[in-house]
């Protein structure tokens, strides 16, 4: 069946496992070799009082996203007014019941002021990624109220592109419908201002439309990282394979105090060229686990 999508001989040994096992566990035909996928993120407001989304907020809050089951996120500003018709390259989710779907745009700042808010072409529940090359710090948001083109609400906060970084930060990433994500490993490190202070670093993983934990992110595979120590190269063993229809973010939580944190993840995409199994079975309940 591999030789109907591809050429099997070019695949690593542990691509051909992981085609495999799709198959086996989910009925699914994939194709390997559309794109790889590495995101990094920073956060330098890391506590005690949870876990925290490590996500590169221009002023450290919020550290934990509102994730949400509706395309409201619809606007995009500039904290620069200077920044006036700037194309903005946004990739993201739109969701229909519990499917996602794959989208991409590209949304110029207002042409008179950047920091007056623009409406998105298509609506998204989620951002994973925006480019453009910007004076000030560019949001992606809930329409909300805004001061200089940021938003007062930092909840409604989606994505940020930091100024001067030409491409965002952000450690987490959807999986739509038509994909599957082979997470490969991921890594951590903390500023020399953390001192003894340490993090624990951990992925986690939310299915959407899971009947037993409705949208619940779990976490895999923990870590304590801390200064002098990285969780780094290939933590994941062999794999993990992340279904679609999913979200992946990464997530710390410091042993004491407040500490900057830097965290990321690596892993390959499985496009499905032939599904099988339904997700759900008769019973509500996912199967194939």
């Not at 030409?166 to 987490?172: D, E, G, H, I, V």
């Not at 001192?195 to 986690?204: K, Q, V, Y």
């Not at 870590?223 to 190269?233: E, K, P, Q, R």
């Amino acid at each position: 069946m591999q030789k109907k999508y591809l050429d099997w001989s070019s695949m690593s040994p542990m691509m051909r496992l992981a085609v495999a096992e799709i198959y086996q566990s989910y009925g699914d035909y994939v194709r390997i070799g559309r794109k790889s996928l590495r995101k990094y993120g920073s956060n330098a407001n890391v506590s005690t009082s949870g876990d925290y989304d490590i996500v590169p907020w221009c002023d450290g809050t919020p550290l934990q996203e509102t994730y949400l089951t509706d395309n409201t996120i619809d606007s995009l500003s500039s904290s620069s007014a200077a920044d006036t018709n700037v194309p903005i390259y946004i990739e993201g989710m739109t969701r229909s019941g519990d499917e996602l779907t794959f989208v991409t745009q590209v949304v110029n700042t207002d042409a008179s002021d950047g920091q007056t808010r623009v409406a998105l072409t298509t609506p998204l529940c989620d951002v994973t990624r925006e480019r453009g090359v910007t004076a000030g710090s560019i949001y992606v948001y809930e329409n909300t109220t805004i001061s200089g083109g940021v938003p007062t609400d930092q909840s409604k906060v989606h994505g940020v592109l930091a100024a001067g970084k030409n491409s965002s930060l952000n450690a987490k990433t959807s999986i739509a419908k038509t994909n599957y994500f082979i997470l490969t490993s991921y890594w951590a490190s903390v500023g020399k201002a953390a001192g003894n202070a340490a993090i624990d670093i951990t992925p986690f993983v939310a299915k959407l439309g899971d009947a037993v934990l409705d949208d619940a992110f779990v976490g895999i595979d923990p870590w304590s990282v801390s200064l002098g120590t990285s969780a780094d190269g290939p933590r994941i063993e062999p794999y993990t394979i992340i279904r679609p229809n999913s979200r992946i973010v990464l997530r710390g939580s410091a042993s004491s105090g407040t500490i900057a944190v830097n965290a990321g993840f690596a892993g390959f995409f499985a496009d499905i060229v032939e599904p099988d199994l339904a997700t759900l079975g008769d019973d509500g309940y996912e199967i194939n686990l």
